[in-house]
C-alpha cells in the first residue's frame, strides 16, 4: 500500500529578550547553574509575575512577519503539572486566547514549487529549567537558570507531508525567527526545539491516522532522522495489522533510538485556567503600528535586494539571507572592502567549510567583518594571490590576527617585481633545457599545457609568492624568444 | 502610661511632643506581649531584638526631626507578608523553616518610614480559615473571651491590637479575613479596593481575591496606616496605577445628605438578634448626622459562598503546587522517590483545611469540571459585580452586618467546614466584586464585640474612612478594650 505522511509541529522559539519574561534575572546562556535565577523564578512565596514587555513586543513581530491577526486581549494561564524543574509546578503559558492568531510560511519544495504551511497559532510561555541527572550520586540536580526563559511556542495545522517539507520548513522558520531577530536561534543552545506529531494514512484517504508526538528535538538532523524512524515504525505497526497507539514518544538523537514516554491515558489534565496574578493584556493599534515599524527586512525582500544592490546570483543570495547574522556579516564585510561578489564567495566557500569542520556557528567563531574584509583588500590590490589567501585565512583563524600582520610576520607578500621575477624564469628555464626543447617542438595548441609545468616551478622557486600573472607574461616571452 | 488605649494618632503626638521614646514604646509593647500573650497566642514569632534596634534607630530619626507619619510607630504583622531575615511560616508546617530573603512592599514601605515591626502574628494557615483555629502554632484566643475564636485568617493580628500588644496591625482579606477578625475583636478592619495595596511579597492564598489592609483601634487610624502602604507597585502586575491620596483628607467631613443602602438579604433571620438592634442603633446615630436609608437588593449573596469557594481553592490549588519540598520548605524524611517526596512532604506539612481547599480546587479546575464549576463561578462573579453597581447607583454606601454571630467558642465550628464557610457570608462578596470595605464596632453582646460592616464603591476609601469616623465621633465602641489576665 501507498502511505502518505501528515505531520505538524509545535516549535518552541527561545525570545532572544535581555531579561525572562516574568522576572529582571538575566537570560544569558552557559552560565553557572542557579546564577540566573531569582526570587521570582525560584517561586519563593510572595512573588509575582511582572510581563517582559520585549518578549510581547517580539510575539508581535513574528505575527506580523508571518500574516497573522495579533490578539487585542492576550491571556496568559496556568498549566498545571508537577515537575521539579518547573518551579511553581505549573507553567504560565498561553490556551484561549494566543498572541499570535492564524497565519502561514510559504515554503520552497525541490521542484522548485511552494507550498504554503498553515500555522495555527504561536503563543507565548515560560521555559522551565534544566534537570541534571550527572555527578549527583543518584540524586538529580536542578538548574533553574532557564526557568522563565520566554518562549514563543509556534503551531503549525498538520499541512506537511514528507520529511523534506517539514525540514524546509523548520530552516524556513529558523531564517524567519533570525532574521526578525526576535531569536538567536543557537540550535546548540535549544533556542529552536520542535514537537512533532506524525501520522501516516493510505494515499487517498482523507481521515487522517492516529497520531504520535516526539517531544524537544533540537537540530534539523535529529528532526530529519526521528521522523524518517517514526514513520517507517508506524507503517510497520499498521502494516502487520496493528494499531497506532496516541502517545507521546522521545527520541534520542545521539543514539537514534526512540521510545514510548506517555500515552493518553497516562497524559496529564493540565487544568488550565486564566492566571489571576496576570490581567490580559489589552494590544492597541498603535502599539502593533510601532512594532511593524519596527519590522527587520524579511528574508525574502532581502534576498530580492541582495540581487539587485550587490549583482549576486539567485543562489548565493539566497544562502547568505537565510539567517540575520550572515547577512549582516555580509553587508558589513562588502562595505567595507566593496566588493560583494568576492565577499560571497568567502563566505559561501572558505568560511563556510571551516565552520563546518569546526562546528561553530559565524558569530562563535573568531572571524569578524573587519577581518575578513583585510584579507579580501589585500586580494583586492594584489598584495597576495587567492591561493596565498586560503593560507593567510587558516593562519588568521588559528592565531587570531589579521591579514596584514599575518602576510607581513609570514613574507606572503606577493612578489610582483619584473625584474625579481624574470631571474626566476630564467632560472628555471635554464634547469631544464629538455623542456623547452620540446616545448620549442611542440605543435602551438599542445604548447599551452606544457607551460604550466614551467609555470609550476617558478611558484615553487618564489614559495607561491609570485604574482601570476607576471609570470605568465615573462614566461610567454621568454619562450617565444 | 496605658499604652493598650493609645491610638495611632495619640502615639505619633506623643512621639513628638517627647512624652515617651519609641524605644519606650516598644519595650512596653514587648512587656505586654511577654506577660499576655501567652494565654492569648497572637504572635508567631516576636522580634524583639530587631524591635529595639529599630526603634532606636526611629528615635534618631525622631532627633533629627527627619520623620514620616509612623516613624518609631511599633506594629505587628500578620505572618503572610514575607520579611527580610525574619520567618514567614504563614501558621504552615510547611514554612517553618522559611526565611525570605526580600520584604513584602507594605513591609518595604513601613520600613522607610521607620516604624518598628514588633513580631509576626498567628493566622489560620495559607489564610484559609475564619477562627484562627488552622495554624501550625495552634488557635489563637479572642482577647475578650479567651474561650472564643478571635476570627480569622487574620486573627493573630486583631488579637493582638485588642490585647493592646501593638496599637494596629496589618492583615489581609481574601472573603472576609481583616473584617470578620476586627468585629469579633471589636475594632476596625479595612480592606481596601482590589489592587490598592500590593500583594508583592504577599504569601498568595487566591490571588485575584487576595487585599492587604489593616487593623487598628478606629477609622482615624486606619487612614493613617492605610497611607503608608497603600499605592501602585511595578512589582504587582494587578496593582492599580493612580496617583497617592490621602485617606485622611475627608475625615471630618459631615455626612449630611448621605445614603446608605440597606440589603434586603443581609438582614434576614440568620442575623443573631443583638447584631440585628445594635445596627438598628448605629442606624439612628447615623441618621442624626445627616445619613438617609434606601433598601436595595443584592440577589446573589447566597451564590456568592458557592462560587468563592470554587474560584479560592482554584486559584489556591494552583498558587500552593510551588510548595514541593524541591527549594525550601518542609522536605519529607527519606522519600523513596520524586512523587514519594512530593505526597508525602506535602501531605505531612499541610493541614486539613488546606488540604481540602486544594483538593476543592483541584477537582473544580479538572477536565469536564471546569465549565459545570469554575467558568459558572466567574459567570456569578460577574452578575455579583452588577448587583453591586446597580445598588450603588442609588446610594454612596451599603451597611450590612460583618458576621451572622458574634464570636464563637473554640471548637464549635471545626467538626463542619460549611458552617464554618457561612461565617463569610457577608464578607465574602465585597472579594469578589472587589470592593472595598470595613468593620467597625458598634456594640456587644455580653461581653463580646459586635461589628458592623459599611461597603463602598471601588476606591471609595476615603469615604467609607470618614463615615467611620463620623460615626465613632458619636460612639464610643472603639474605645472599649478588653481586661486581660495573666496565663
Known sequence: MQWETVIGLEVHVQLATQSKIFSGASTAFGQSPNTQANAVDLALPGTLPVVNEQAVDYAIRFGLAIGSDICRETVFERKNYFYPDLPKNYQTSQMDAPIVEAGHLDIQLANGEEKRIRIHHAHLEEDAGKSLHEDFHGQTGIDLNRAGTPLLEIVTEPDIRSIEEAVAFAKKLHSLVTSIEVSDGEMSQGSMRFDVNISVRPMGQEEFGTRTETKNLNSFKFMEDCIALEVERQIEVLESGGSITQETRLYNGQTKVAKSMRTKEEANDYRYFPCPDLLPIEITDERIERVRGELPELPEAKCARFIEAFGLSDYDANLLTQDSTTAKFFEKTTGLCSDAKLVANWLLGDVAAMLNAQELTLSESKLTPELLAGLISRIKDKTISSKIAKTVFEKMMTEGLDADAIIEKEGLKQESDEGAIEKMVDEVLAANPEQVANYKAAPPEKRKKMSGFFVGQIMKASKGKANPGVVNQLLAKKLSD | ?487
Open chain 2, 1 to 487: 502610661m496605658n499604652i493598650e488605649q493609645l491610638t495611632l494618632a495619640e502615639l505619633q503626638q506623643g512621639l513628638k511632643d517627647k512624652r515617651f521614646s519609641s524605644l519606650e514604646l516598644t519595650q512596653s509593647y514587648l512587656a505586654r506581649i511577654k506577660d499576655f500573650d501567652a494565654t492569648i497566642n497572637s504572635f508567631i514569632t516576636v522580634t524583639d531584638e530587631l524591635a529595639l534596634t529599630a526603634a532606636k534607630l526611629a528615635d534618631e530619626q525622631l532627633a533629627k526631626g527627619n520623620t514620616s507619619p509612623l516613624t518609631g510607630i511599633p506594629l505587628a504583622h500578620k505572618d503572610i507578608f514575607c520579611t527580610d531575615g525574619v520567618k514567614t511560616s504563614c501558621a504552615s508546617k510547611m514554612l517553618d523553616n522559611f526565611i525570605a530573603p526580600y520584604n513584602a512592599t507594605v513591609i518595604e514601605k513601613l520600613n522607610q518610614q521607620h516604624s518598628v515591626m514588633l513580631g509576626k502574628t498567628n493566622m489560620d494557615e495559607f489564610a484559609m480559615g475564619s477562627s484562627n483555629e488552622n495554624s501550625f502554632y495552634g488557635a489563637c484566643k479572642n482577647p475578650w473571651e479567651v474561650s472564643c475564636v478571635p476570627g480569622g485568617s487574620s486573627g493573630g493580628s486583631a488579637a493582638a491590637v485588642a490585647a493592646g500588644f501593638a496599637p494596629a496591625a496589618t492583615g489581609t482579606d481574601t472573603g472576609g479575613s481583616i473584617r470578620q477578625p476586627a468585629a469579633f475583636c471589636g475594632l476596625t478592619g479595612l480592606k481596601p479596593t482590589y489592587g490598592v495595596v500590593s500583594r508583592y511579597g504577599m504569601v498568595a492564598y487566591a490571588s485575584s481575591l487576595d487585599q492587604g489592609g489593616v487593623i487598628t483601634k478606629n477609622a482615624e487610624d486606619a487612614a493613617i496606616f492605610l497611607n503608608a502602604i497603600a499605592g501602585f507597585d511595578a512589582k504587582d502586575s494587578t496593582s492599580v496605577e493612580k496617583a497617592n491620596e490621602d485617606y485622611t483628607r475627608l475625615l471630618s467631613a459631615s455626612l449630611q445628605g448621605k445614603v446608605i443602602g440597606l440589603p434586603e438579604e443581609y438582614f434576614s433571620d440568620q442575623v443573631d438578634s443583638a447584631i440585628s438592634q445594635s445596627i438598628e442603633a448605629a442606624k439612628k446615630v447615623l441618621e442624626q448626622q445627616g445619613v438617609t436609608f434606601k433598601s436595595v437588593n443584592l440577589k446573589t449573596t447566597e451564590q456568592a459562598i458557592s462560587a468563592y469557594y470554587i474560584i479560592a481553592p482554584s486559584e489556591a490549588s494552583a498558587n500552593l503546587q510551588r510548595y514541593d519540598g524541591v527549594r525550601y520548605g518542609y522536605r519529607c524524611d527519606n522519600p523513596k522517590d520524586l512523587e514519594d517526596m512530593f505526597v508525602r512532604s506535602r501531605t505531612e506539612a499541610f493541614g486539613e483545611e488546606v488540604q481540602r481547599r486544594i483538593l476543592i480546587g483541584t477537582y473544580a479546575l479538572s477536565a469536564g469540571f471546569y465549565d459545570a464549576y469554575y467558568r459558572k463561578a466567574q459567570k456569578i462573579r460577574r452578575l455579583i459585580k452588577e448587583d453591586f453597581e446597580n445598588a450603588f447607583a442609588v446610594c454612596d454606601f451599603i451597611l450590612a452586618p460583618t458576621t451572622p454571630t458574634p464570636a464563637f467558642k473554640i471548637g464549635a465550628n471545626t467538626k463542619d467546614p460549611v458552617a464554618m464557610y457561612l461565617e463569610d457570608i457577608f464578607t465574602i462578596s465585597v472579594n469578589l466584586a472587589g470592593l472595598p470595605a470595613l468593620s467597625l464596632p458598634c456594640g456587644f453582646k455580653g461581653n463580646l464585640p459586635i461589628g458592623m460592616q459599611l461597603i463602598g464603591k471601588p476606591f471609595s476609601e476615603a469615604e467609607l474612612l470618614q463615615a467611620a469616623h463620623q460615626f465613632q465621633q458619636a460612639t464610643d465602641w472603639h474605645t472599649k478594650t478588653p481586661v486581660l489576665t495573666k496565663a
